[in-house]
């Protein structure tokens, strides 16, 4: 094991899997324009999604599964989120040189599915972690739960100085929903509008991350410096994911985006002014890309430059929403490109807003 040098938390592995490419456009024409009889709503929807290709277990075009029951859903789940996470964690293992045996807590996210055993156990298996391994699940958060698993993994490291891996893992694909008669008709209700967004931007993903204590020899990473979250239970409803006898099913409200734009800047700033810094102290910007409007109001509440954004921007275009694992994927692409502070943010129901602020160490 590596000497302790001080009580801090450090990303010192990034790993990442991610299922076969699918064109954004070949799902429109493949499948969705039937799947929603052509409307002009649900085109407009593709057409400004702001995605070139997403990534998915199930292709729709070539595997109809709106009809599954959740239990389908549910063990199809199991099937391929394991070698996903596995992949994922084995190379972010890989990136910080450890081995499995010495992760002293393993966290996984996701929203997507569940199983017990869990995949925290059954990957701490097959990645040949201890049976000593201390094991975290945290589900049905959202896409924002990747920084307060973020935070209980690097609470974790300082209280046991012992290294953490944490494992977001989410698979939309599964939960294409049946259309509605309203839809067909060409007069979506707006529940119905909710889920044609939905359908448009989720995407699948897993991603990982390795945290450790601060030792000799370790390799540069982001310290996990401090985190602060705000719930607006004005709007709980305006975001939200039910399971339903045909897996699980998303409400989207238009009016998200104006909901983050007031909130954006003062749970920024508040996490900030603590920590003696200010706007203009971070470079580097980890936005969840929520969608193309999202990143938008989150960028001008808070005077981003293009170049702030880019890493949303291209996650999203490339891959699409992957709910939680998606801003890890962000902090991927920053690895080792900005200055020393950089802040992650994400969003989700409750309606949620998470920021953490790492410093490069």
């Known amino acids: 094991m590596r000497a302790v040098q001080g009580m801090r938390a450090v990303i010192t592995g990034h790993g990442q899997a991610l299922p ?21 709503v649900a085109r407009k929807v593709w057409e400004h999604s702001g995605i070139s290709t997403r990534r998915g277990v199930v292709d729709p075009t070539k595997e109809d599964i709106s009809g599954w ?7 199809r789940f199991v099937e391929e989120a394991l070698p996903l996470g596995h992949e994922a964690v084995g190379k972010a293992l890989a990136a910080s040189g ?3 045996a010495e992760v002293g807590l393993f966290a996984v996210v996701s929203c997507t599915g569940y199983a017990t055993p869990g995949l925290d156990i059954l990957l701490a298996r097959d990645l040949g972690m201890g049976d000593d391994t201390q094991r975290l699940h945290i589900g049905h958060m959202g896409c924002y739960a990747a920084l307060p698993g973020l935070g209980a993994v690097s609470d974790f490291v300082v209280a046991r ?21 309203s839809t067909r008709s060409g007069e979506p209700l707006p529940e119905d509008l909710q889920q044609m967004v939905a359908h448009a931007l ?31 239970v004005s709007t709980a409803d305006h975001m939200t994911w039910d399971v339903t006898d045909l897996g699980f099913a998303m409400g989207l409200s238009p009016r998200v985006p104006d909901v983050l734009a007031v909130h954006a800047r003062p749970v920024v700033e508040e996490l900030l002014s603590r920590n003696g810094l200010t706007l203009g102290d971070v470079e580097g910007w980890a936005v969840h890309p929520g969608g193309r ?9 808070l005077g981003l430059t293009p170049a702030q954004t880019a890493a949303s921007y291209a996650v999203l275009d490339e891959v699409g929403n992957c709910s939680s694992s998606t801003v890890l994927l ?9 200055g020393e502070y950089v802040v992650a943010m994400a969003f989700g129901p409750g309606l949620t807003l998470c920021a953490t602020l790492l410093r490069r160490c």
């Open 330 to 338: 962000v902090l991927e692409r920053l690895h080792g490109a900005v």
């Open 20 to 40: 076969p490419a699918m064109s954004q456009r070949e799902l429109w024409d493949g499948f969705f324009r039937a799947h929603y009889g052509d409307a002009r």
């Open 69 to 75: 029951g959740t239990r389908a859903r549910m063990q």
């Open 98 to 100: 450890l081995d499995p």
């Open 293 to 301: 409007r999202i990143v938008e109001v989150v960028g001008e509440a």
């Open 202 to 232: 989720f995407s699948d993903a897993a991603a990982a991350v390795v945290l450790e204590p601060a030792t000799t020899g370790a390799p540069p990473g982001l310290e996990v410096v401090d985190a602060v979250a705000r719930t607006d």
């Open 161 to 181: 100085q012992k290294p953490a891996v944490l494992l977001c893992v989410e698979l939309t694909s599964l939960h294409v929903q049946p259309s509605t008669a």
